[in-house]
């Protein structure tokens, strides 16, 4: 078990363009969060996954954000057209049960930052 | 809206010492859990400790435990005999056991420990 892996760890990219991020879970997890975390505040829920299906998306979530999860294993992240306010840092964590019930383990993020 | 308050940005204790860190939630809910999360620098978040809101007994993780106050909407987090590893930042979160699958965090406490 070598923990929730995220990649990569740092990002800084020019605004307008185009970025991915990758989250590896823990084997056997079947429950997959995106976070995001900004300076001075706790993470806050983007969208989560149960095997590969996206069962819920936070508002903060918009149109230029997408996330896929194939064949229930690990999740991509994607930011289209960034803009500065994308800036922060995007944590993964994954979970075998309901993030409640069971532990909920994380990465250490990708620290995206806009130019 | 649940929201999670930490009303202490910064925190510091000696060595050895004991530190109270404080949060208060909003809910109407009346099933829930309730966690604290440590996040050192540059590493991931990991579980510190968990309180069901339906046990009336105060959850303990070896030096660290917990004060619950459910009618007062409290949950704060005692560390005894602090270590040089427990600096951190600590965040306060909550989840509903019958609803969607968001931890909701607090802004978080960052806590020193003096030599």
């Known amino acids: ?115 | 809206a649940q929201t999670v308050t930490q009303s202490q940005p910064e925190m510091s204790v000696q060595e050895a010492e004991t530190v109270t860190l404080s949060c208060t939630y909003d809910t109407s809910e009346s099933d829930y859990y309730l966690f604290w999360y440590k996040q050192p620098p540059s590493r991931q978040m990991i579980l510190v400790i968990r309180q069901e809101a339906y046990k009336q007994q105060n959850a303990t993780e070896n030096r660290f435990s917990v004060n619950f106050q459910k009618a007062a909407k409290s949950f704060s987090l005692k560390i005894s005999d602090s270590q040089l590893g427990d600096a951190a930042m600590y965040f306060c979160a909550y989840w509903v056991i019958f609803g969607n699958e968001k931890l909701t965090f607090g802004t978080g406490t960052r806590l020193t420990i003096i030599p």
């Open chain 1, 1 to 115: 078990d070598t923990g929730v892996s995220q990649d990569p760890r740092h990002k800084i990219t020019k605004r307008g363009q185009n970025v991915t991020f990758r989250c590896d879970p823990i084997s056997e997890h079947n429950r997959l969060y995106w976070y995001r975390q900004t300076l001075g505040q706790g993470p806050e829920f983007l969208t989560y996954f149960q095997n590969e299906a996206q069962l819920e998306k936070s508002r903060l979530l918009s149109d230029r954000f997408s996330a896929e999860r194939p064949k229930g294993s690990f999740s991509t992240l994607e930011i289209q057209r960034t803009e500065q306010g994308d800036s922060a840092m995007y944590l993964c964590a994954s979970s075998r049960g309901r993030a409640g019930n069971t532990e909920a383990f994380f990465g250490q993020g990708t620290r995206l930052t806009v130019v």
